[in-house]
């Protein structure tokens, strides 16, 4: 594909309920980044996927959030519960293998939790 | 990761060049310097990194200090295109977390 793509462009969710956001990474790359951006901040690390597997998940802020990769490209992040403090734009990444590989970045999803 | 300290704003003439500070004075050997920026309402776009010595491609030069404790993103002819927020960033090569930090938020003036 010609970049990464995310769905939808803009969430909006009443408090309480749950939300899926969808990354579909350029083709052929095996690692995966998700992040989150709070208005006037940098974007904050969620997690990192090596192929299927979650490498990192420490940014996760806590278990409302999940997040899979089941085929190795598509991911889906999943929020439960959804609170107002959800609200940002949750971007995404892919990369290809290897030392210093830049990091492709998505338009992003826009989540208002109401 | 070490963190990076840049200044808010910055203003730059159309034509001119933009240098863009970043102090890194915590930072250990084995992290690289990245530079992304984001033009409103984008994802980031990566602009350059490097290590130890000073870097040059297609967009910006890279100057990093002797000691690695700062460094400065330079933008030779800025265009209207290039107002965005910048973000200095460091990172160990291996690593998978980028700190993007709050960055720099640069308006080119026509």
């Known amino acids: 594909g010609a970049g990464v793509s995310q769905t939808p462009s803009n969430k909006v969710t009443e408090k309480g309920k749950y939300v899926e956001l969808r990354c579909d990474p350029i083709?052929?790359?095996?690692?995966l980044y998700w992040y989150r951006q709070s208005l006037g901040q940098g974007p904050e690390f969620l997690i990192y996927?090596?192929?299927?597997?979650?490498?990192?998940d420490s940014g996760l802020p806590n278990d409302r959030f999940f997040a899979v990769r089941p085929e190795g490209s598509v991911s889906t992040l999943k929020i439960q519960r959804t609170e107002r403090g959800d609200s940002a734009v949750y971007l995404c990444?892919?990369?290809?293998?290897?030392?210093?590989?830049?990091?492709?970045f998505g338009p992003g999803t826009r989540l208002t939790v109401l | 990761d070490a963190k990076t300290t840049q200044p808010p704003s910055m203003d730059c003439a159309e034509g001119r060049a933009a240098n863009l500070p970043c102090n890194h004075s915590t930072i250990s050997g084995n992290e690289y310097v990245y530079w992304y920026r984001q033009i409103h309402s984008q994802g980031p776009q990566y602009i350059i990194h490097g290590l130890k010595n000073n870097e040059t491609n297609e967009m910006a030069s890279l100057i990093i200090t002797e000691d690695r404790k700062s460094s400065t993103l330079i933008l030779p002819h800025a265009t209207l295109r290039d107002t965005a927020v910048y973000y200095c960033?460091?990172?160990?090569?291996?690593?998978?977390?980028?700190?993007f930090g709050t960055g720099t938020s640069l308006t080119v003036i026509p």
């Open positions: 083709s052929g790359h095996t690692a």
């Open positions: 990444a892919s990369s290809s293998l290897g030392l210093h590989t830049e990091q492709f």
């Open positions: 996927f090596q192929g299927t597997g979650a490498a990192d």
């Open positions: 960033i460091v990172r160990v090569y291996t690593g998978n977390q980028f700190y």
